[in-house]
């Protein structure tokens, strides 16, 4: 930031942090369709600036202001042209100023303006809202923007601030002010309405009917609340519901669950905790962050705290009010409080069975609350482990008893395990149609055993660390140490005594040498010749995703893993009778087969020595 002081009466210049710039660019250029939300975007800032004070006076009796009354001011002038919204908030010292409006301090905003830049150019009203660049906003609608502040514990004097958003602002001292922000927005020509009573009222109506102080249009008080969690469930409309969101949340959609709900123990809690339309995490523009504020008998005492709830419930808003916590909690120290831990994992629980009870209710909307949430949830089960197996009952997948496109659950999946199914088992594959045609689950389907499809390359690693559930293990289809039933041999098929099959495991080892783990005969096929497993260590799925992520990392292919023979595949005895006869043509078939394996368990580094090879075994069949 460059600094120089221009004039004796101390005003001095600064240039806007880059990332501001670029979203002032984009703020004053492309987003003419929704410029109404700058007032409801302003009123935020001073809602949340008089939260802020009215806390910090609870708390230090001694401070002064005590009895300045907290409310909100917007007064229009239609001659100037100017809309102007004060606020007795908290206000901002001039170092405050300097960093809140001027750059940008949080990195998932950041992020985000990067992202948008990027992708889109034109974010729309609803995400420039959520991620906390509000402010600028005023710029949609503006030439010039002055604010004047005086901060709860300035005592000299307050601070002038303006900038006609092209990239500089200036700031200078200011006597005469009191406690509290005055924003003056000076409307372009064509945006002049905005001095119109009649339209602002409106657009007041809108936004804004859930803020807790009395909004003063030109004089006149234009709303009156009362906190919506603290009054009961049966007189709450859907529709006061969902408004209430949108302001909370800053958001223009409607939330995909609602729940509300009170406690007395172990904690009078009060709790609203929405799970909104959908997430811009999903969309790929960067980290969400957590979105519900803390509030003790109605009073904010943090706006979006950082380790209130579980990081993987960062994606719910809401608020929660508890009468135990005592108001002078520190911001600073909050996540240590033993009573917020508590507090944090009686909320947890209660939305965990909240979730799971709308999954009961309409699998349709769970199903889609899965496809956009779901990520969080799996994320929930590597990373929270007291709340594992609750998160696991909300899984949701793909099987091989489903239809193409139905999910189903854990419990209903142990629901259906037959007579002798011990474990869970569940397979990873790009596809539905590539895991039906890989060797690895026909051993199952053939014993009648369920498997679960998982097509997102993170699902091996969920179900690996989840480990059990209700005290079955969860076993990846690929494993070598599957412990599978005997199946009867037909009566037509042939197969290799126990010494031939551990005679010819002993030749194909020697042939492979260093290029597989070890060979052994299998329990587990029914009709496929061979198959690559691996034992105990990284599943093929996990190699698969190692080597996604490291690009320069190829997968460790059949070094670690273990082949695995059918004694009753011809072309298995086929070969066990050529090893003698004809060494070189056992040898190719080997080699092929090894590839085919490895190419099914999706770790085939090199296929293009196996094109060359085809073809040699191609020539031999037509007897060239
Ligand atoms: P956000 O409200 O999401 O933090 P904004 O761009 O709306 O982002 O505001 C940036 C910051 O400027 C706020 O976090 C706050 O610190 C400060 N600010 C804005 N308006 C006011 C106000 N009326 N009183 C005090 N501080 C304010
Ligand atoms: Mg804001």
Redesign the pocket.
Known sequence: MSTQTQDQQARETHSFQAEISQLLDIVINSLYTDDEIFIR??I???N??LE?VRHELLVDKELPGQDIPLEIRIKLDKEAKTFT?E?T????SRE?LLN??GTIARSG?KEFVKNAIAAAKEPSANLIGQ??????SAFMVANKVV?E?RGLRDDASGWLWESDGSGAFTIEAKEGLER??R?TVHLKEEKADYAEDFHVRQIIRKFSSFVPFPIMLDGEKTNTVQALWSRSKAEIKDEEYTEFYRFIA?ATDDPLYCQHFSADVPLAINALIFVPGDTVERMGFGRTEPGVDLYCRRVMIQKHPEKLLPEWLRFVRGVIDSDDLPLNISRETMQDSALVRKLSRVITKRFLKFLAEEAGKDEEKYKDFFEKFGRFIKEGITTDFTHRDDLAKLLRFESSTTEPGKLTSLDEYISRMPEGQEAIYYISGPTREAIEAGPYIEALRERGFEVIYNFDQVDDFVYDHLGRYQEKELKSADRGDLDLPEIEKKEDQVELSSEEATELCGWIKEHLGARIGSVRPSKRLVTNPAVAVTEGGMTAGMQRILSAINKDSSPMGGASMTLEINPRSPLIHKIHNLKGENGEFAGLLTDQLYDNALLAAGVLADPRAMADRLNQLLNKAAGV
Request: aromatic share 10%.
């Open positions: 975007e302003l935020s800032n001073a949340d600036a802020k919204i606020d908030g908290i206000g901002m405050e809140n409006l905003t991620f906390g660049v509000g402010f600028y604010v502040t509290g922000t924003i800053n």
